[in-house]
């Protein structure tokens, strides 16, 4: 049956085993399966990706049918499912294990998946869907745990927080306890102290200079080039970033000019491109011809080697490599 996310607590104290967590919010699916459902199962947690199980199939069965003397109950958890495990699971369902809870984890699924429509339709186990969140639903969870913290933080901070996290609920969770573990003994959190404290602003920054620039968003690149004083190692890094995500878009690009369809490219990718990831990268591929990245990745192999014997002026010399290539003379402020 399809419950809702905020049922699903009145759920968790039911007689139900077996609990599919399908959507993009892969995040909000990881806090509720640690805050719901980890502190009531069992301590004999198992985690399979679906894969896994489809190799070894007949050994996963019998670890499931087969009790251990030592273990009273099992809390399995499978990841990146997809139509491929339903005959498994509709085989466990249907034996009546009572020692067993299952939740499978999976991404966007279709309304017609097989999987999901089995999930929703059938009575004695639990279909939620966790859709992607918005700066409403973040702000109540960090108004939340500030509640729970009995702690006040300027709406200011909170905006940068969610901002610079890039809409990641773990992300902002691990800088809220580190900001507020600092802060414990004072009396207000001062936005000076949070820039300090956070390794955000600098993550970000990379990423999301380099995605940017790829993507020839020229203000905003300009934008984030303004905003940071970044040393040579950093400009290393950076580098070493345009590097990794070249190599990913040429890989890219090459399916995509076989396959002529962009979800199907994205959607195959391996490693698994994040949904948050899709928007910007679909505009990399739109806006890189194929022989223009591979000049980009010669450039950058030689580029690495003279930032490095110049670090007096990495900053020029990386700035003005992003600047033209994105076929732009605009200089940075």
């Known amino acids: 049956m399809l419950i809702k996310l905020h049922e699903l607590k009145t759920f968790k104290k039911k007689n139900f085993n077996y609990y599919l967590f399908f959507g993009p919010n892969i995040d909000l699916i990881e806090e509720t399966i640690e805050k719901i459902y980890k502190p009531i199962f069992s301590k004999n947690i198992f985690n399979y990706d679906e894969e ?23 809390f399995i958890i499978i990841n990146k499912a997809t139509n491929k495990i339903l005959e498994i699971i509709q085989e466990i369902v249907s034996s009546g294990l009572k020692d067993l809870k299952i939740i499978i984890k999976a991404g966007l699924l279709e309304k017609k998946s097989k999987l999901r429509n089995y999930f929703e339709k059938k009575d004695d186990v639990i279909a939620t869907a966790f859709y992607e969140d918005t700066h ?16 006040n ?49 600098e993550n970000y920054s990379i990423s999301e200079l380099v995605d940017q620039s790829l993507a020839k968003n020229v203000k905003k690149t300009i934008k984030i080039i303004n905003e940071n004083i970044l040393n040579t190692e950093e400009n290393i890094l950076i580098l070493r970033s345009f590097l990794s995500k070249l190599k990913r878009l040429k890989r890219l690009k090459i399916n995509f000019e076989k396959s002529k369809n962009i979800e199907q490219t994205l959607s195959s990718s391996k490693p698994p491109i994040f949904w948050k990831d899709k928007i910007i990268i679909k ?26 014997k110049n670090h007096q002026v990495s900053d020029q010399i990386l700035n003005n490599f992003i600047l033209e290539n994105m076929n732009t003379t605009n200089s940075v402020i």
Do not use: C
């Not at 739109?286 to 490095?308: C, F, Q, V």
């Open 52 to 74: 896994e199980i489809l190799k070894n199939s007949n050994e996963f069965k019998e670890m499931i049918f087969n009790k251990s003397f030592f273990e009273d109950d099992k």
């Open 136 to 151: 409403q639903s973040l702000l109540l969870m960090v108004q939340n745990i500030l509640k729970d913290k009995k702690t």
């Open 153 to 201: 933080i300027s709406s200011e901070i909170i905006n940068l927080i969610i901002e610079k996290s890039k809409g990641s609920r773990i992300n902002i969770a691990n800088e809220l306890e580190k900001i507020l573990t600092f802060n414990k003994n004072k009396k207000s959190v001062l936005l000076q102290d949070v820039l300090k404290l956070t390794n955000l602003a």
């Open 283 to 308: 505009q990399q591929l739109n806006m890189r011809s194929l022989s223009e990245i591979k000049i980009l990745i010669k450039k950058i192999n030689n580029l690495e080697l003279t930032i490095k």
